[in-house]
């Protein structure tokens, strides 16, 4: 079975300042992870994937993750946050291609 | 617009009532997802359909949840005797079904209400 952990259920940063937001996997196959973001009344946006090819995958609007096999982790950064990158980010774990699975999502809020 | 589209974007409905949403995916895309969100929690699959045929269903999916996409584009999800616990976001997807590599494209949801 496969399930996704998002540590944080709220991270609050200043404009400018470093993101980070923690997912760790379970999966018992090789799996395909994605970020995906949720703007207020907006559908969910893919930000990034990994399947199985560079393990630092980058997305839009700055956002990076990088895929840690022995750590089971995929958290997603940006070096400097903007008001606009406010919202719910989702991570996702799919072992086949078939079943996508979401994390409980962590809410990110930019401070002026 | 060709991404995913759902009907109706918002449906306030009483307890005991049916209710029907309908989503039509991108056109080249042969695999579609069904999905419900409450509110502050992630998306939880329902059901996925390959074409025509549905190929997995969650033990969320009650006897009351049906799911059809019978020629293998639009899709329709049915509640029958809502509940008021029915109330979230239904959220519908599609893919083009590659392994592994597949992008869900979500539509903006229909918001059930059941009072």
């Known amino acids: 079975a496969q399930s996704v952990t998002q540590l944080d259920s709220h991270v609050s940063v200043s404009e400018g300042t470093p993101v980070l937001l923690r997912c760790n996997y379970s999966s018992s196959y090789s799996p395909s992870l994605f970020w995906y973001v949720q703007h207020p009344n907006k559908g969910l946006q893919l930000l990034l994937k990994y399947t199985s090819a560079a393990t630092l995958v980058k997305g839009i609007n700055g956002f990076e993750a990088e895929f840690k096999k022995s750590e089971t982790s995929f958290h997603l950064t940006k070096p400097s946050a903007h008001m606009s990158d406010a919202a719910e980010y989702f991570c996702v774990v799919t072992p086949y291609g078939q079943n996508f699975v979401f994390g409980p999502g962590t809410r990110l809020s930019v401070l002026p | 617009d060709t991404g995913v589209s759902q009907d109706p974007r918002h449906k306030i409905t009483k307890r005991g009532q049916n209710v029907t949403f309908r989503c039509d995916p991108i056109s080249e895309h042969n695999r579609l997802y069904w999905y419900r969100q409450t509110l502050g929690q992630g998306p939880e699959f329902l059901t996925y359909?390959?074409?025509?045929?549905?190929?997995?269903k969650s033990r969320l999916l009650s006897d009351r949840f049906s799911a059809e996409r019978p020629k293998g584009s639009f899709s329709t999800l049915e509640i029958q005797r809502t509940e008021q616990g029915d109330s979230a976001m239904y959220l519908c997807?599609?893919?083009?079904?590659?392994?592994?590599?597949?992008?869900?494209?979500f539509g903006e949801g229909s918001r059930l209400t059941v009072l």
């Open positions: 359909f390959q074409n025509e045929a549905q190929l997995e």
């Open positions: 997807a599609s893919t083009p079904g590659r392994v592994n590599t597949g992008e869900l494209f």
